[in-house]
């Protein structure tokens, strides 16, 4: 079991940024992906970016690339998502997910995620 806790969401106007983090408790020495979901007012979950164990491989949707930055810091074992440049389209609530079972590949696909946090709002007003 894996329980993941998201913080950092809130109100940020057009242009600015925001900082997401996801602490992850559980299965201790254990290594997985982890990765970032959102689901806005009109669309399903969809994936936003994901990030190997050791962080030498990450994946991004291309709404996202280069305003986004994922990273993680396991000694902390915590999980970031760097977001600027936001833009109104970015407002959803933010999900965290760690991949444990089938840990390589299908990174955009949410039924190959094993566990998930409660979410964090991010509203990013015009």
């Known amino acids: 079991q894996v329980h993941l806790v998201e913080s950092g969401g809130g109100l940020v106007q057009a242009g600015g940024s925001l900082r997401l983090s996801c602490v992850a408790s559980g299965q201790p020495g254990s290594r997985y992906p982890m990765g970032w979901f959102r689901q806005g007012p009109r669309i399903g979950r969809e994936f936003v970016a994901a990030?190997?164990?050791?962080?030498?491989?990450?994946h991004y949707t291309n709404s996202v690339r280069g305003r986004f930055t994922i990273s993680r810091d396991n000694a902390k074992n915590t999980m970031y998502l760097q977001m600027n440049s936001l833009k109104p389209e970015d407002t959803a609530v933010y999900y965290c997910?760690?991949?444990?079972?089938?840990?390589?590949?299908?990174?955009?696909?949410?039924?190959?995620?094993?566990?998930w946090g409660q979410g964090t709002q991010v509203t990013v007003s015009s």
């Open positions: 990030i190997t164990w050791s962080g030498d491989e990450t």
């Open positions: 997910a760690a991949k444990l079972f089938n840990p390589t590949g299908n990174y955009e696909y949410e039924n190959q995620w094993d566990y």
